[in-house]
């Protein structure tokens, strides 16, 4: 067990005031919030700024843990509680603090902060006393973008945690979802008393199913319409022409006029996602694409075209200079 | 069936670590989260008529969950008042859907720059 510097981790002094440790209680805090901040050990330091902060604004605990800070520098190397050590009894029942307005967070707290000041009997008492809910659980469920079109069943497996603490290997669940038609990526299935199960009497938890909609290699999503990208040659595009394309309901033949620029939209309604609700749109979006290589011959006829055509395509450019 | 999947009543989502009944009332009451209909007599009844409902029929979607312990959380944890959360928790939804708006923008741009990803 390491000795935890509580004046180190808010960085105040020794001697600091209520008012200085709260104010660098409320700095760090807000910074490291995990409902704020995404790094990775955010939460980590939101968790040791709270439990630093919980003894030094309490006058009783900081006299004692001054204390310690006495016996814990002189002794190097692991710190170990001193022996006989009880902490202040009113710790024990640390209801006092929690229904302290703004008392702020009291949760898990390191293992040295339970033996100096006994937060460890709190947690313990309760799984005593009553049932215990068991954990919810959440899994990602990929979708492929076809299976949203219509209610489809899928399989999952999954492992439910042990509620005996740890003793008992997880138990292996399979079960068949029903996704509901429509399902957008992001969106989560509950399913009830899925979850682990309760101990002492106390309700299983439920599995919830974060959707995660596998990207298409054609088609993109916005809101409810689908979009996929349609390459054509630049003699297409002049032409215009008429073409099948793929949509997630099969194949449409789609005319394209003659004229058309890159990055046209043509909208196809009805032919997006659908939910109950509403009905997206498919659109087809125009992206003119060179071959890799000219032959001869039609480098010649572009040559013919170039010398022939007066079409200046940057002709914004010249019109502000 | 599938209305229960993706939505959990009132009292389900009391059950749930962290969430009690007052301080749902409370993200409700400052429009942090809104119900999306309410329960009555087993039946569902989407819509804004959420009003006239009592706070038991309440109906939520299944992802305001982690919207409402987010605002319990910083409210707290941080001790800052339920308009100030209602802020935090916007600004971080809106950025939320700007990261997911980025991903498809910047997908979707992939298939016509060349495939350097970097611009």
Sequence with gaps: MDFKDYYKILGVESDADTKAIKTAYRKLARKYHPDVNSEKDAEDKFKEVAEAYQVLKDTERRAEFDELKKYGSRSGGGYQTPPGWQGSQRSQSSQGYSNQAGSGYEGDFSDFFNSAFGGRSQGFNQSQQRGVRGQDIEIELPVFLEETLQQSEKPIAYILPSSQGGQVPGIKKNLKVKVPQGVMDGEKIRLVGQGQLGSNGGSAGDL????????????????????????????????????????????????????????????????GLKTKAVTGDFLAIVKIVMPAKTSTESEALWQQLAAQEQFDPREEWSAKS | MSDILINIPFTELCKIEGIERELVVDVVEYGIVEPIGYVVDERVMEGRMVGQAEEGQWLFETRSIVWIQKAIRLHLDLDIDWIAVA?????????????????????????????????
Excluded at chain 1, 229 to 251: C, D, H, Q, S, V
Aim: glycine share 6%.
């Design chain 1, 208 to 271: 919830y199913l974060h959707i995660r909609v596998v990207p298409h290699p054609l088609f993109d999503v916005s809101g409810h319409n689908v979009l996929l990208t349609l390459p054509l040659a630049p003699w297409e595009a002049a032409l215009g022409t008429k073409i099948t394309i793929p949509t997630l309901a099969g194949k449409i033949s789609l005319t394209v006029p003659p004229n058309t620029p890159s990055g046209k939209k043509f909208r196809i309604k009805g032919k």
């Design chain 2, 87 to 119: 802020m935090v928790i916007e600004l971080l939804q809106q950025k939320s859907d700007l990261e997911k708006e980025n991903e498809r923008v910047v997908q979707l741009l992939q298939r016509f720059v060349d495939s350097e990803k970097t611009l």
